[in-house]
């Protein structure tokens, strides 16, 4: 059974938009986005809270990255604005044991998240 269900993902112009989603299927306090690139590890970019919808972002992608407050019913988005070369990557997203402040307070230990989606390629090119 799928319990999460990434998609948006795909060839993007540099400076361009795209929108990712992040479906569950399970419950969830709160969903973290990440990203991963061959040869580093997984990043945590961005997630949010299913209780009060408060979003939080890494520093490197704040102002670029979004998650918008009209999500969908089980659906979390996030908008990339303004990509670059350096945003090419695996997309995955990842339903959280705790809210952020928990998870932050653990810097996002990938413990802590128990479903992950299968992850969606976002390329960069012109």
């Known amino acids: 059974q799928v319990q999460l269900a990434e998609s948006g993902g795909g060839l993007v112009q540099p400076v361009g938009s795209l929108r990712l989603s992040c479906v569950a299927a399970?419950?969830?306090?709160?969903i973290g986005w990440f990203r991963q690139t061959p040869g580093k590890e997984r990043e945590w970019v961005a997630g949010?809270?299913?209780?009060?919808?408060?979003?939080d972002y890494t520093v490197s992608v704040t102002g670029r990255f979004t998650i918008p407050g009209n999500n969908a019913k089980n659906t979390v988005y996030l908008d990339i604005d303004n990509l670059t070369p350096e945003d090419a990557s695996v997309y995955s997203c990842?339903?959280?044991?705790?809210?952020?402040?928990?998870?932050?307070?653990?810097?996002?230990?990938?413990?802590?998240?128990?479903?992950w989606g299968q992850g969606t390629q976002v390329t960069v090119s012109s």
């Open positions: 399970v419950d969830y306090k709160a």
């Open positions: 949010m809270n299913k209780s009060d919808r408060t979003p």
């Open positions: 990842a339903t959280g044991k705790y809210d952020l402040a928990a998870l932050y307070y653990s810097d996002f230990d990938l413990t802590d998240f128990t479903a």
